[in-house]
C-alpha cells in the first residue's frame, strides 16, 4: 500500500491530483489511518504528528503521487447575530471555550453541540443545523489546527499554575 509521509499545503503545489480524498473536520485531524481516495487510491496516511489537514492541501505518496484533501460536507451550526457587535461578543465566547470555528462574514459555523447552542441562544443568537464541508480558522501561533495549541509559559518560564513552596515561621490555618 502506498504512504503519504508529507503535507503540502494548499497553494504550494500545483498541477493535476491523482486522486482527492474527502474527509470531514476529525477526518483532517488524524496522523496515522488507511485512507482511499474517490477513485479508488488506497494509501496510509502516515504523518510524524498531526498536522491539521486543510481544504486544497495535498499529500504526497512515496511514489511522487499527489493526493488532494477535501473538506467532506458534515453536520453544522450556522450562527447569526442581530449585528455586527453581537456576532463578535458571540465569536469570543467560542473562542473563549476553545471551539473550532469557521468565521464567514455574517455568520460562524461550529460542529453541532446542543450544550453551546442552548449558551448561543441565551446570547442573542439564532442557530440553524446546516449540513456543509466545515473549515474553521487556524491556531493563531502558526500551528495550522485548531485542535493544536499550547499554554506559553508565565513570565518566569513556569507553566501556568506552577507554585512555589516558602519556609517561613508561620501557620496558614
Given at each position: 500500500m502506498a504512504s503519504a509521509r508529507r503535507v503540502i499545503r494548499a497553494g504550494d503545489w500545483s498541477g493535476p491530483a491523482a486522486d482527492t480524498v474527502l474527509l470531514?473536520?476529525?477526518g483532517r485531524q488524524r496522523r496515522r489511518i488507511?485512507?482511499?481516495g474517490i477513485g479508488g487510491t488506497a494509501f496510509l496516511l502516515n504523518l510524524e504528528r498531526v498536522m491539521g489537514l486543510r481544504d486544497g492541501d495535498a499529500l504526497e505518496l512515496d511514489d511522487g503521487r499527489l493526493i488532494a484533501v477535501k473538506a467532506a460536507?458534515?453536520?453544522?451550526h450556522a450562527v447569526h447575530a442581530g449585528d455586527a457587535h453581537d456576532l463578535v461578543r458571540i465569536a469570543?465566547?467560542?473562542g473563549n471555550r476553545h471551539l473550532p470555528t469557521a468565521i464567514e462574514g455574517r455568520r460562524l459555523l461550529i460542529r453541532r453541540d446542543h450544550v453551546i447552542v442552548d449558551m448561543l441562544r441565551k446570547l442573542g443568537a439564532r442557530v440553524a443545523e446546516?449540513?456543509?464541508p466545515f473549515r474553521p480558522e487556524g491556531g493563531a501561533y502558526g500551528t495550522g489546527t485548531p485542535l493544536a495549541h499550547d499554554h506559553a509559559?508565565?513570565?518566569g518560564g513556569h507553566p501556568?499554575?506552577?507554585g512555589h513552596g516558602h519556609g517561613h515561621g508561620h501557620g496558614h490555618g
Open positions: 470531514d473536520y476529525e488507511a485512507l482511499t460536507p458534515e453536520p453544522l469570543w465566547h467560542l446546516v449540513t456543509e509559559p508565565a513570565p501556568p499554575g506552577h
